[in-house]
């Protein structure tokens, strides 16, 4: 069995052979050139081995390819359990950052007790439990441990979290994910959270959703030092434990499949946690229920409860008619504000719009109905989060979940509509910053249009002056190529981000496996190729420089993007900026390359390459369509700083670079209610 150094000293030293090979080569053209042949005879040998050495250095890439694409054995099992411990790792300081933004911890969790249903939709108890038969599994929020004990005991470890909306299904989800990290042993699947709303079984299958999606949200999962396809690998060996969120998010008629696909997809012991509103989980499940799988329900917040809580929140002398809200829910709540506190949604609400807001409470205000309390903490919440947590640039402040940024409240009110309103008319929970050039209306792509006319007749003038050389190629080419690449990518290629890590530090690793790679190989046969075109009279001086720096451009921007093994999820706002620089910075790269020959054909060469490259960017597309929206008054223009200061403020959460509403009732209430006029 090949070790895994034994691998890598193959791989390198192939790789080696056919680069010192091709080094030899050009060696020889210069011996050649100072011969008595002369440059003449040179460009004939060059020509020669130019094919030869392109030919080789492609034949090899093949060859390592494949050599790659062959099973590993042990190397493979070290690799995958290597790409499990850094998930874990990872996973549990995400949800724990993710706790602490949303206050689950402070100053307790609200005590909501859960019981196994008594509706018709768990499997047969013998076939959850085992011999024992009944199933008996439950317990409070604050006793989470004892939770996990508990489902840790279930035969098949498949439960299902049912509840009306805002009852903390969510919640307690996250809460039982973060406690079996934190109590989990090696031989455990790792448990990490997945939204299900925008899987349809008929195009994927169950593993390989998770895999798209695991790869999606944990990046460094591509590192080489886990190997090809880590992500998937780590879903096939029963690795993970999928916690799968929002089952209600679906549409209507895909819910009865994604039950049926994932009890086809499920083996005996293949554990799983689920989420979902109660009538939509019933009805799904009318057909058949997902077998071998526990069922809890929520009891709805007791008032002693809720008072406690509250209690808790509020300083031990609070003023007003603090005591008396208290006392009313002890009592029987009679008020509406205190029939109204059922949920542990609500009295976050409650507590982020009065208590960290310090507004002072009139119980006379919140007199009408429950849904008109809840109503009016709604069109309360975005002026009293803004209000409560000041702006800090310091991420040591005082509250390390500060917005960075002042914002204005009826502004961000009518931004956060925007956003709600695009995913509620997409049936997605997922809002990402590479995507938005979705929401630009057909009014918004007319000026895309004439955009691209006006670039175009831009490129017509340049061409009439008739500018000599370099520069008036460049230009010609930028202009050209700007304009039909943004035309392309903002409205048919769709570009995705890339990711930079340029830390040699720890991808010193990753940098000597990208040099002796087929890439590598690659490039060399690339530079070749354009040496000769590029070059009317070509020479082994100028060859041999373009394929130095077509070999060297390639594999430092290839190496770039490779994320290294302990690499952290990251925010939209740094993804954005990464990929920005990246594309324009290898854009200007190979256009000065492709120019360096001179004239207009060379100058022309250069804008194309500067142009496409970086016009396809999705940072590029985001810029464009950031400023549409601000011309609209649709979006902020810096709209990444204000999704990253309202996922700081508790209103939304992120899911890797992906921002979603952190419940759905919000993203409901932001996309149908508009925001009062002239809140500050």
């Known amino acids: 069995m090949i070790t895994r150094r034994g691998q890598r000293r193959l791989e390198s030293g192939f790789v080696g052979v056919v680069l010192l090979g091709v080094a030899g080569g050009i060696g020889w053209?210069?011996?050649?050139a100072r011969g008595d042949g002369g440059i003449g005879k040179a460009d004939n040998w060059a020509s020669v081995i130019a094919a030869v050495a392109a030919?080789?250095?492609?034949?090899?890439?093949?060859?390592?390819?494949?050599?790659?694409?062959?099973?590993?054995?042990v190397l493979a099992i070290e690799q995958v359990d290597a790409?499990?411990?850094?998930?874990?790792?990872?996973?549990?300081a995400q949800w724990r950052d993710e706790i602490g933004v949303r206050g689950l911890d402070v100053p307790a969790p609200v005590a909501v007790h859960w019981r196994t249903t008594r509706l018709p939709v768990m499997d047969h108890a013998r076939n959850v439990r085992g011999r024992s038969g009944r199933v008996l599994i439950g317990g409070d929020t604050e006793t989470v441990a004892?939770?996990?004990?508990?489902?840790?005991?279930?035969?098949?470890?498949?439960?299902?979290?049912?509840?009306?909306?805002?009852?903390?299904?969510?919640?307690?989800?996250?809460?039982?994910?973060?406690?079996?990290?934190?109590t989990r042993t090696e031989d455990e699947p790792i448990p990490v959270l997945f939204t299900l709303a925008d899987w349809d079984p008929e195009v994927l299958s169950y593993s390989d959703w998770l895999a798209r999606r695991l790869g999606r949200d944990y990046l460094f999962l591509a590192a080489a030092e886990y190997g090809e396809e880590a992500a998937l690998r780590l879903v096939r060996t029963r690795r993970i434990l999928p916690v799968l969120d929002g089952f209600d998010e679906l549409p209507e008629p895909v819910r009865p499949k994604v039950i049926k696909a994932i009890n086809a997809a499920l083996t005996a012991d293949d554990p799983l946690i689920l989420t979902s509103r109660t009538k939509e989980f019933q009805k799904a499940v009318a057909g058949g229920v997902l077998s071998r799988s526990a069922v809890i329900e929520p009891e709805a917040v007791q008032g002693p409860a809720a008072a406690d809580y509250l209690e808790r929140c509020l300083s031990p002398d609070s003023p007003g008619e603090w005591p008396a809200l208290l006392s009313d829910l002890r009592n029987g709540p009679r008020t509406a504000l205190g029939r109204a506190l059922t949920t542990p949604l609500r009295l976050w609400l409650l507590r982020e719009v009065y208590i960290t807001s310090r507004r002072e409470l009139v119980l006379a205000d919140l007199a009408t109905s429950p849904d008109d309390v809840v109503q009016a903490l709604l069109d309360q919440l975005v002026p009293s989060l803004l209000k409560a947590n000041r702006p800090s640039r310091r991420p040591d402040a005082d509250h390390p979940f500060r917005p960075r940024r002042s914002w204005n409240a009826s502004d961000a009110r009518r931004w956060l509509a925007f956003f709600a309103g695009r995913l509620e008319a997409e049936s997605s929970r997922d809002l990402a910053w590479w995507r938005l050039h979705n929401a630009v209306d057909r009014r918004g792509r007319s000026w895309n249009i004439l955009f691209l006319g006006g670039m175009l007749c831009g490129f017509l003038a340049v061409r009439s002056a008739s500018i000599p050389g370099f520069p008036g190629g460049l230009l010609f080419g930028l202009l050209l190529t700007l304009s039909t690449g943004?035309?392309?990518?903002?409205?048919?290629?769709?570009?995705?981000?890339?990711?930079?890590?340029?830390?040699?530090r720890h991808k010193g690793s990753a940098l000597r496996r990208t040099v002796f790679s087929p890439l590598s190989l690659l490039a060399v046969a690339m530079g070749v190729g354009v040496a000769l075109i590029v070059h009317e009279n070509a020479t082994p001086t100028g060859i041999v420089l373009t394929i130095i720096l077509i070999w060297a451009v390639t594999v430092l921007f290839s190496w770039a993007t490779k994320p290294a093994s302990d690499q952290q999820p990251r925010t939209g706002a740094k993804i954005l900026i990464h990929d920005f620089w990246l594309r324009t910075a290898y854009a200007l790269a190979f256009g000065s390359i492709a120019g360096a020959s001179g004239g207009f054909g060379g100058g022309l060469a250069a804008g194309a390459v500067v142009g496409a490259t970086a016009s396809m960017s999705a940072g590029w597309v985001y810029y464009l369509t950031v400023i549409m929206l601000r011309a609209e008054s649709k979006a902020p223009l810096r709209t990444l700083s204000f999704l990253e200061d309202f996922h700081r403020l508790g209103l939304l959460r992120q899911v890797g670079p992906i921002y979603q509403f952190r419940h759905a009732m919000f993203q409901e209430y932001f996309a149908a209610v508009r925001p009062p006029a002239g809140d500050r």
């Open 55 to 73: 030919m080789a250095a492609m034949l090899a890439g093949v060859v390592v390819w494949w050599w790659r694409k062959r099973p590993q054995g």
């Open 29 to 32: 053209l210069f011996h050649v």
């Open 486 to 504: 943004v035309l392309l990518a903002f409205n048919f290629l769709r570009p995705a981000p890339q990711q930079v890590d340029l830390r040699f």
């Open 146 to 182: 004892e939770l996990a004990q508990r489902f840790r005991a279930l035969p098949s470890r498949r439960l299902v979290i049912l509840g009306n909306p805002e009852l903390g299904k969510t919640t307690l989800a996250v809460m039982l994910l973060r406690e079996l990290l934190l």
């Open 83 to 92: 790409a499990g411990r850094q998930l874990a790792e990872t996973v549990l």
